[in-house]
């Protein structure tokens, strides 16, 4: 693999959107198809260089590779810039740089105002999206994860729907609330460590494990709770998920496919990625009552989404139902509930994006999503029809899709922690089929009654080429879980281990790259400790 690439290719993925966003205002203003081609380029230039991590990842290791340590804020703080995967942080990166393009592909017709500035705001927030799966240093997670919240505070609050502005302040008093208690946690946390390594002070991830751990089991419940919270907000986790079907609805299409697709899937992220590993002990106390909750919320998301006539807002309360089995099978603590909650979120990502798409494509020609509107559209619209069932057959973990084999592992998962909590979530996958294969049922059979609907436009060659590729990978990713996963079991059966053992969870970097020297970061960690007692 290129040298300049392993070196520094997690800074250059956070940077090829952010300069391409800023390039978007070189272009001339009113030359709205070359601002839309430039920032899909730009998007494809940063799944490309995706690629580069796949090609030179260790699927033995669960150490952290690409790993690149530099000073950022004064030495003294122990502030710094540390960037790196695992298996977990690839695939989610990789689903992230996927999803872009085909998004940005979509907004060619849904988005006919200020097109430069939406843009320019997708591009900030796929460069905030990658920064927050590679960030191992907790402030730096910490600015990425607020800095996602600005482009989508614009998105939904400029190019919404007539509640917007509604919707736009409950999105940003849940995610702000939610983002106080963790900023109370890391900041316990960084003081802690001060405290019992001689004064000094850092937020490197690797060397907080370690403190964290042996902490007492009641303070590692507070921690926990405050940081648990916060990323159930983002999930959104029952009962904290009442922001999530308000933000879905008056969100441009764009802007509900890659909520759906991956910033909620930086709640689950950080339940793997700090809340458990941080405190392990608490989280082995609490993972019955975290199951608990995300049966909850399969069974009330799937209930509440069967009664809802807004097509988008039951494809949204479908969202809580399906991350209720990911938060369900993350706490079943073993490895095939983690991996099937990982293998879910990607999932999750392609077949409910193409659920939003499709319904942007429905609403462009109709301009309204109330189920009562349709009937029979499969005469009428033909390869929608076909397009929208691959969609649905995805949703409801048809065998053949990468639904089912997450489903099944959660499933699975979940039973060997609790039978009985596990007979419970499967009953989600009974009441999902229910509400999917209805909703179906009365989009496109039945009689074509609706005059307004006998004229529609089929799905153009654009539209059939994002819903194309999206159908060819939920088909793709239900026969090859294997070769996607081994790139994380070396991670979760890791960390299965360690929360088996009563043990801090040890793992350090790889691939390293520091402009401050040969030194591993753990031990300038210790350096810091005798330099300032």
């Keep these: 693999m290129n040298e300049f690439f392993a070196r520094g290719i997690l800074s250059l993925l956070i940077l090829i959107p952010l300069l391409g966003a800023a390039l978007l205002y070189v272009l001339p203003a009113k030359n709205e198809r070359l601002q839309r081609n430039f920032a899909l380029a730009v998007a494809l230039v940063e799944l490309v260089a995706s690629f580069f991590l796949v090609r030179g990842f260790s699927a033995e290791s669960y150490n952290f590779q690409f790993s690149e340590f530099r000073n950022w804020l004064p030495v003294e703080t ?11 942080s690839l695939i989610l990166v990789l689903l992230t740089t996927a999803l872009s393009p085909l998004v940005l592909l979509s907004t060619y017709s849904s988005v006919q105002k200020n097109v430069r500035e939406f843009l320019a705001l997708f591009l900030f927030l796929e460069a ?35 509640n917007r502005i509604y ?28 405290q019992l390594h001689g004064g000094a002070y850092t937020t490197n991830i690797i060397e907080l494990y370690k403190t964290t751990a042996a902490l007492p089991l009641n303070q590692q419940l507070w921690l926990f709770g405050a940081l648990t919270l916060a990323f159930a907000i983002k999930v959104p986790m029952f009962p904290v998920h009442t922001w999530l079907p308000d933000a879905h609805v ?16 930086m709640g689950t992220y950080g ?37 809802q006539t807004d097509i988008k807002k039951l494809i949204a309360y479908s969202s809580v139902s399906h991350l209720g089995f990911v938060v369900a099978g993350i706490f079943a603590l073993n490895t095939a509930g983690m991996s099937g909650a990982l293998y879910q979120m990607v999932n999750h990502g392609v077949s409910t994006g193409a659920l939003f798409l499709l319904v942007g494509v429905i609403y462009e020609r109709r301009h309204t999503r109330e189920l009562s509107e349709f009937g029979g ?20 973990a048809l065998p053949g899709t990468g639904g089912f084999v997450g489903e099944w592992m959660i499933l699975f998962g979940v039973f060997k922690a609790n039978s009985v909590l596990g007979i419970l979530a499967a009953s989600g996958v009974v009441l999902g089929a229910i509400y999917m294969l209805w909703l179906v049922l009365k989009m496109f059979w039945g009689p074509l009654n609706n005059s307004e609907n006998k004229k529609l436009e089929d799905v153009c060659g654009r539209e059939a080429f994002i819903l194309g590729t999206l159908s060819v990978a939920i088909f793709a990713l239900g026969v090859l879980s294997t070769p996607v996963l081994e790139h994380a079991q070396a991670s979760l059966m890791h960390l299965q281990k360690t929360l088996q053992s009563g043990e801090a969870y040890i793992i350090s970097f790889e691939n390293k790259n520091s402009q401050l020297g040969s030194e591993a970061p753990q031990d300038r960690v210790a350096a810091s400790e005798r330099n300032h007692p």
């Design 78 to 88: 122990g502030i710094h810039y540390i960037v790196g995967v695992d298996g977990l």
């Design 128 to 162: 905030a999206m990658v920064g927050t799966f590679v960030s191992l240093d907790l402030i730096l997670f910490y600015v990425f994860w607020e800095a996602m919240l600005i482009p989508m505070y614009f998105m939904i609050g400029f190019w919404g729907g007539k």
């Design 167 to 194: 919707a736009t302040v409950k999105f940003v008093l849940y995610t702000v609330f939610g983002s106080l208690l963790m900023l109370v946690a890391f900041a316990y946390v960084y003081y802690v460590h001060a």
């Design 250 to 265: 008056e969100a441009p299409t764009a802007g509900s496919v890659i909520l759906a697709g991956v910033l909620l899937k």
């Design 271 to 307: 339940l793997m990625r700090f809340s458990i590993p941080l405190f392990p002990a608490a989280a082995i106390k609490m993972s019955s009552v975290m199951i608990a909750l995300g049966v909850v919320g399969i069974i009330y998301g799937a209930l509440i989404a069967w009664r």
């Design 377 to 396: 559209l499969a005469s009428s619209m033909p390869w929608y029809a076909f397009f929208f069932v691959i969609a649905t057959l995805g949703s409801v």
